[in-house]
């Protein structure tokens, strides 16, 4: 068959040259003009249809599936488990390369990876997909970063004539063991090592002038080098650390720890650069660097679950730090800071927003309070956490008032709804507390499970939200324009899929006071008292971690391209056919699953 | 070949035909399929080059069988230009191993029959190939001939208005049909294309559908800033 069969498509990526060989001999091309049935709805197929050019229409009864374009294959059901669980039909003008169904199957058998592309449930398959996407990230992907991407220490000069103390001060001062020394035209470089020796080994006076102990054979790279570059110049060379050129100037210091930053991320530094916070400005530092970090284990392909877990992690020590460093004592000694939402669950990667609340043992001192919410909030604002848009955030008194008032808001939220109190009940279900008294969170949130738990009327309500989106995601991946193509068309994540698992399960959870806020340990704790079947429960876990990883590459592109607002769109043209793939499969997922929370709860009824 | 040459050599053929094991070729064709065809040559000379490799699919209804083709390398009686090595990549120590035309012939004969053959600008593929057949059986090819290059003629330009820029280039036709592209110059993916050209071309026709022609272009090639 001809070379242009596509074996970098997945899943015929995962095929030995060999395979391929043998599959391409094997493939006919067949064309399909607008209309035609390709397979009908519970039937078998005898070949896997690979579209070369055109669009397909998957369709369950009138209902538009999905549009399946090139390089898309179907249906992996009819061809393994006997029947199309879809009817497919020839949207316009498509040709597709026809592999017969005993060569599959042969394949299937011998290839286990490939074979994963076939299963029909999706959390062995994710969990397939995620293996071969570690493969790809680790030390190889580090090689071809750039210098840029790395940590690298700002640039800080230094006279010549200056003297040993003040190199040690300013070296201090900037938290950087390394200075640029300019001595007239030349320029050279005064390390701590170098400081050090001269005082400790050679026993100089701290007066001695820093050009005395500088060295001018300066190693360089530029910015946009290759870090292998890099690291062969430092081993060449035997440096520990390289000058960082940009435009001609010497623009930082790039170090050997740098580069082991990059493979392993270093987010074992910023717990101790918090720590040693003396200010909100120091603070600023850490907060970015945790935003940096989360872009750099997302280019190393890290899971999600485990960004979001060290993320999370950072984000309640850079809270719990800034606590300290502006609370007054009289809410230190009272208060109770806790994150909520997305934040509380542990589920959040690139910030969207900030869910956090202050519950007190007793009342404090007006003026205390007041300053405290206004600071707090807006410390946070400038580090880059965007201000809630349900304006769940300290600075709200509704967030921040004695405990024993809260307890009643919570009430008020029950017995009285308005518009937005289901979701604040919800959000705060997920709340866990960071410092102070952190009791008060059990206790309030004791109360509110006791207060809905049993009260099905009120469950019903707040279960009810789960179809607050339905309309978006009811064509699941549509594209209505077929007639003319596929256009490009997308889908808001959030709303598809992450909203209706994470609020099904939340609901679920109260109803059985469950107490982990992550959704991941609650389904497995509904799992393991038998509301879940043991499938349903892996099926959604693997469905909302795609969810994450998935949003979180739109994120970050969001945030590179500065349109924060398209943040968990996603487009669907731009999604690799796997990906569609999944995201298909994993749609299905929340399909069932909201079908399971519409009748546990008669939701049809309202 | 026109029409009319056609059914002379269908009607005169058999008679002329010096192996009577080829009558097939001259009987009523009744499989059904078509066979698209491609030859690379070592240059567009009728007389002086040689056709060094052959590809034929069949084409059964909206089926490309590229499973049952036929394919041949063919040894050249006369060494290669370098210029036409360039173009299809064979080089005169590929062709060493392989047969003379005479040995591809009888095998490609029977792997046609009399089906008609599709190809692009097939006309002239079926001319070298005459040349060897005449030499060897003392006849020419009858099957019909469809030159996908005038279908998409008839799709695209059939009463274009004068001055419209006609392009029948191979790669133009596919890419104007959405097919994307295969690696040209090698007879077996020439044919392939030729056939996906075959089957969307048809059923356009078979649907009334025309190609949509931009709007004169020519025009603003002219046009004074």
Known sequence: MPQRFDDRNPPFDRLTHDE????????????????????????????????????????????????????????ARALVHGTAGNRFLAAEETLCYLAPRTVILSLIQRNPGFAAFFYSDISRKLESYARGREAEGGFDSVMRARVRDARINPAAFIDATETLEAAGRKMSACDNNTLFVRDGDRIGIVTGMNLSKAVVLQRRPLDTPVRDLSHFDIVSVEQDDFIYEA?????????????????????????????????????????????????????????????????????????????????????????????????????????????????????????????????????????????FRRAFTGALESFGFPPCPGNVMIKNPQWSQPVDDFIRQIKTWILTPDEHSAMNLGIFFDAVAVTGRTSLVDKAKTA???????????????????????????????????????????????????????????TLAIEHAITPTPTARRAEALVARGVLGEQLGRDLISALAYFMDIRMRSQLRAVQTGRPETESLVHLAELTPSDRDLLRDALRVVKRFREIIRNRYHLGMF | MSALTRALW????????????????????????????????????????????????????????????????????????????????????????????????????????????????????????????????????????????????????????????????????????????????????????????????????????????????????????
């Open chain 1, 20 to 75: 391929v060989r043998e599959l391409r001999a094997a493939l006919d091309i067949g064309y399909f003009p607008p209309g035609t049935v390709i397979i009908e709805r519970e039937h078998a197929a005898d070949q896997l249809y690979v579209i070369i050019k055109g669009a397909v229409e998957e369709r369950d009864g009138d209902a538009l599936e999905a549009v399946l374009g090139r390089n898309e294959s179907f249906d």
């Open chain 1, 448 to 506: 509110m499970i006791d207060m809905m738990r049993g009260e099905s009327a009120y469950l019903a309500h707040f279960a009810r939200y789960i179809d607050q989106f339905a309309g978006a995601s009811a064509g699941m991946l549509t594209s209505l324009m077929v007639s003319v193509g596929v256009t490009s068309d997308q889908i808001d994540i959030k709303k598809a899929g992450t909203f209706p698992i994470v609020h099904g399960i939340r």
């Open chain 1, 231 to 371: 690291l062969i110049r430092m081993t060449r060379r035997s440096k520990r650390r390289l000058a960082v050129k940009a435009n001609g100037e010497f623009v930082g210091v790039l170090e050997d720890i740098d580069i082991l930053g990059l493979v392993a991320g270093n987010s074992q530094l910023i717990p101790g650069h918090i720590d040693r916070a003396q200010t909100v400005d120091d603070l600023a530092h850490a907060a970015f660097d945790i935003r940096a970090q989360v872009e750099r284990l997302a280019k190393q392909r890290l899971r999600v679950e485990a960004i979001a877990e060290i993320t999370s992690d950072l984000n309640r020590r850079l809270i719990t730090r800034l606590f300290d460093l502006i609370a007054p004592p009289s809410i230190r000694e009272a208060g109770c800071v806790m994150v909520m939402g997305s934040e509380g669950r542990g589920e959040q990667t690139v910030r969207t927003d900030q869910d956090n609340g202050l519950l007190l043992a007793a009342p404090v001192k007006a003026s205390d309070l007041t300053d």
């Open chain 2, 10 to 225: 269908c009607k005169i053929g058999p008679v002329l035909l010096a192996d009577s094991r080829y009558r097939f070729l001259f009987e009523k064709d009744d499989s059904g399929e078509l066979v698209s065809l491609d030859c690379e040559t070592t240059g567009f000379n009728y007389v002086a080059d040689d056709v060094i490799s052959i590809a034929a699919i069949k084409i059964r209804g909206t089926r490309i069988l590229a499973r049952e083709s036929f394919q041949a390398v063919i040894r050249p009686g006369a060494p290669m230009e370098a210029s036409a090595i360039k173009v299809h990549q064979l080089r005169q120590q590929d062709l060493a191993q392989a047969g003379t035309i005479r040995e591809v012939l009888p095998d490609f004969l029977r792997f046609i029959g009399s089906r008609p053959l599709v190809g692009y600008w097939i006309a002239f593929d079926v001319r070298m190939l005459n040349k060897y057949l005449f030499s060897l059986l003392n006849v020419h090819l009858p099957n019909r001939q469809i030159d996908v290059s005038e279908l998409y003629y008839e799709r695209k330009y059939a009463a274009a208005p004068p001055g419209t820029m006609v392009d029948l280039r191979y790669a133009s036709i596919m890419a104007d049909l959405g097919l994307p592209a295969l690696p040209q110059h090698d007879a077996f993916a020439d044919a392939v294309g030729a056939a996906e050209i075959y089957l969307v071309l048809e059923d356009l026709r078979r649907r009334g559908v025309r190609l949509p022609r931009k709007a004169i272009e020519a025009a603003t090639d002219f046009q004074l800033a």
